[in-house]
């Protein structure tokens, strides 16, 4: 299964098109990311950095759950919250990436 | 942690730089050293590479102009604490360029296409202070590297004072690459050394790449990614001991260049 095929749950052509180019530019930040594609959600870990990201596409718009508890989710639907998730999860990952080469 | 000794200012090597001595190229390039900082592969962070170089020479009084070609997160305006709209542009419009200004003495621009610098970029309009042109770029691959090339060495001749394509060619390149893409980074140094055979060749990798390449080698300190996620140019005393070395090194070729030139 294709991260384009799982976006097709989103009814809204944008809202997948944000969903696209956001696993697009999560992909795009390290060589070494694991990537789970499931029919409702694309997984995408690190383990040695720790950092996990899940995009869960729903009917009008996806779920971006950053962190391995899922703590919290981020809801996007336009392009100001594909900014928030996407800054929020680029922080998160530079925090691990840091704190990875701290314990190493 | 081991302690870090203190760097050697660009203060104490500018006089090299600054010389009063007649230059190659024509007196736009007076004054000025452009530097081309080439990622080789996605473990290495361009943009904190790029906006620590940059912060460096500004820190010293030079006027920096920061060019980025972004092909991927993060780029040069989270480090320059940009609004997530600003820093994140690239990823929703790919033609988007970017710009801004810090602290005064560095000017940016960024885009994930360098087409679309063109004719939106200016030359630094001090022309008295010494200025430092650095472009960070991921390696193009394949066909793409010569035109890729040719254009960013184009916009670095506009900002180096509008003068022929030649004169945007880079003084310095820096070529960062990490242990897991050892191949790119050699068709990287082997495309930047038969583009730009004139210009003076670093290779940064951090101590895991054991290969060796044609450029000479500097390591990335292992403690350096500890601030990949702070929205601020990184300080470490490494961006200023390259930038002094950079200087040092583009100052010494001019100078033997200018020499061979006047022997005939």
Same mark, same amino acid.
């Given at each position: 299964?294709?991260?384009?095929?799982?976006?097709?749950?989103?009814?809204?052509?944008?809202?997948?098109?944000?969903?696209?180019?956001?696993?697009?530019?999560?992909?795009?930040?390290?060589?070494?990311?694991?990537?789970?594609?499931?029919?409702?959600?694309?997984?995408?870990?690190?383990?040695?950095?720790?950092?996990?990201?899940?995009? +869960?596409?729903?009917?009008?718009?996806?779920?971006?759950?950053?962190?391995?508890?899922?703590?919290?989710?981020?809801?996007?639907?336009?392009?100001?919250?594909?900014? +928030?998730?996407?800054?929020?999860?680029?922080?998160?990952?530079?925090?691990?990436?840091?704190? +990875?080469?701290?314990? +190493? | 942690?081991?302690?870090?000794?203190?760097?050697?200012?660009?203060?104490?090597?500018?006089?090299?730089?600054?010389?009063?001595?007649?230059?190659?190229?024509?007196?736009?390039?007076?004054?000025?050293?452009?530097?081309?900082?080439?990622?080789?592969?996605?473990?290495?962070?361009?943009?904190?590479?790029?906006?620590?170089?940059?912060?460096?020479?500004?820190?010293?009084?030079?006027?920096?102009?920061?060019?980025?070609?972004?092909?991927?997160?993060?780029?040069?305006?989270?480090?320059?604490?940009?609004?997530?709209?600003?820093?994140?542009?690239?990823?929703?419009?790919?033609?988007?360029?970017?710009?801004?200004?810090?602290?005064?003495?560095?000017?940016?621009?960024?885009?994930?296409?360098?087409?679309?610098?063109?004719?939106?970029?200016?030359?630094?309009?001090?022309?008295?202070?010494?200025?430092?042109?650095?472009?960070?770029?991921?390696?193009?691959?394949?066909?793409?590297?010569?035109?890729?090339?040719?254009?960013?060495?184009?916009?670095?001749?506009?900002?180096?004072?509008?003068?022929?394509?030649?004169?945007?060619?880079?003084?310095?390149?820096?070529?960062?690459?990490?242990?897991?893409?050892?191949?790119?980074?050699?068709?990287?140094?082997?495309?930047?050394?038969?583009?730009?055979?004139?210009?003076?060749?670093?290779?940064?990798?951090?101590?895991?790449?054991?290969?060796?390449?044609?450029?000479?080698?500097?390591?990335?300190?292992?403690?350096?990614?500890?601030?990949?996620?702070?929205?601020?140019?990184?300080?470490?005393?490494?961006?200023?001991?390259?930038?002094?070395?950079?200087?040092?090194?583009?100052?010494?070729?001019?100078?033997?260049?200018?020499?061979?030139?006047?022997?005939?």
């Amino acid at each position: 299964m294709r991260v384009f095929d799982v976006g097709k749950r989103i009814g809204s052509r944008s809202t997948r098109r944000l969903f696209i180019r956001f696993c697009r530019e999560m992909c795009r930040l390290s060589d070494r990311f694991e990537i789970e594609v499931a029919p409702f959600e694309v997984m995408l870990r690190e383990p040695g950095a720790g950092f996990c990201v899940v995009v +869960s596409p729903l009917r009008d718009l996806f779920l971006v759950s950053i962190g391995e508890s899922r703590s919290f989710d981020v809801r996007v639907s336009s392009d100001e919250s594909f900014v +928030s998730a996407l800054d929020l999860a680029l922080e998160r990952y530079l925090a691990c990436a840091s704190k +990875s080469a701290s314990a +190493s | 942690m081991p302690e870090r000794r203190s760097s050697r200012t660009l203060r104490d090597v500018s006089h090299l730089f600054l010389s009063q001595s007649r230059p190659v190229r024509d007196e736009a390039r007076r004054g000025t050293a452009c530097i081309w900082l080439a990622v080789a592969d996605r473990s290495m962070n361009r943009a904190h590479c790029a906006a620590g170089l940059a912060a460096a020479f500004a820190r010293q009084g030079m006027r920096v102009s920061l060019l980025e070609v972004c092909g991927s997160l993060p780029t040069i305006g989270y480090y320059f604490g940009m609004e997530s709209a600003g820093h994140l542009s690239p990823a929703l419009d790919r033609a988007a360029l970017v710009s801004g200004s810090w602290n005064g003495t560095v000017r940016y621009w960024f885009s994930a296409s360098v087409s679309s610098f063109r004719g939106r970029v200016e030359e630094e309009p001090d022309r008295a202070a010494p200025r430092a042109i650095v472009a960070a770029f991921p390696y193009p691959r394949g066909r793409s590297a010569e035109p890729f090339l040719s254009a960013l060495r184009e916009l670095s001749a506009v900002l180096a004072g509008g003068g022929p394509p030649e004169d945007g060619s880079p003084d310095a390149i820096i070529v960062a690459g990490g242990a897991e893409g050892i191949g790119g980074t050699g068709a990287c140094v082997a495309g930047m050394r038969e583009a730009f055979p004139r210009a003076a060749g670093f290779f940064v990798a951090d101590h895991s790449v054991r290969e060796t390449v044609a450029f000479e080698r500097i390591v990335l300190p292992d403690d350096l990614r500890r601030s990949w996620a702070r929205r601020m140019p990184p300080a470490d005393p490494w961006f200023d001991d390259l930038a002094a070395g950079l200087l040092q090194v583009v100052s010494l070729r001019r100078r033997e260049a200018v020499s061979l030139a006047a022997k005939g």
